[in-house]
């Protein structure tokens, strides 16, 4: 029987913010199928750029102020635990826009969830992380399995993981069939311990819903024990609790 509760420390379910939940009633849904596959934090991660607004900012933070209250007064809410954070698109500006507090970072740890164009350079990828563990940030690369520049290239992903880098795959990337190269490689690196989170970048109901537990089961019965629950769980709380994995 599993016994272990999940972090998902990647998703879409602010309504109305970005390209993801559309409505309180769909976020309310996701989140639901989120607790009913076992996951028990949830850290909200809306997308945005070095160009956001005071006022996106303002809007962001009142609307999931509004949803953890809705998700408090139903029936799973006292064992489900919203957090925010955000998916920053990296630019050259964004290790600035921490620093003076434009965008934040994970649940007001020290871990930023980046994102890349998927034809990112590695020696732009490379510089990324440089500037931002310079800055004092843990910065944590969203969906990995989407950069050309690390597919099949474990030296690469071991090389940024040695500068600082942490790393989330999607766990519908674990769902492709023995014919799909690219699930083949994820499931590679995540035995090797090469993936630190598995997140939904969940986007609601329609688009892309909530699908921890088929990702879940496989690590589970893939990966030894000890390196399972850190993927699941440990690692997610240890980002939670801002302590250096
Ligand atoms: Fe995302």
Request: net charge negative; glycine share 6%.
């Amino acid at each position: 029987m599993n016994t272990l509760s999940y972090v998902d420390i990647h998703c879409h379910l602010i309504p109305g913010v970005d390209d993801g939940s559309e409505s309180m009633k769909e976020s309310l849904s996701a989140l639901k199928e989120e607790y009913d596959q076992n996951v028990k934090h949830v850290i909200c991660t809306p997308h945005v750029t070095a160009d956001i607004t005071l006022q996106e900012v303002e809007n962001i933070k009142n609307v999931f102020s509004d949803l953890k209250q809705h998700v408090a007064k139903t029936a799973y809410g006292e064992f489900l635990e919203l957090h925010l954070g955000c998916e920053i698109m990296y630019s050259e500006s964004i290790a600035e826009c921490l620093m003076n507090g434009t965008v934040w970072t994970m649940a007001e740890s020290s871990y930023v969830l980046i994102e890349f164009l998927p034809s990112v350079a590695f020696e732009d990828l490379s510089y990324a992380v440089r500037r931002l563990t310079a800055v004092g940030c843990l910065p944590v690369l969203a969906h990995i399995e989407r950069y050309q520049c690390l597919y099949k290239q474990i030296s690469r992903i071991r090389s940024i993981q040695d500068m600082g880098a942490y790393c989330q795959v999607n766990a519908s990337s674990l769902h492709g069939n023995i014919f799909d190269q690219r699930t083949r490689f994820i499931k590679k690196i995540c035995k090797e311990g090469l993936v630190h989170f598995l997140g939904t970048d969940s986007h609601g109901m329609i688009k892309r819903r909530p699908e921890m537990d088929r990702g879940a089961d496989w690590v589970q019965r893939h990966c030894a024990t000890p390196l399972a629950e850190r993927i699941l769980c440990q690692n997610g709380l240890d980002l939670l609790n801002d302590i250096v994995i």
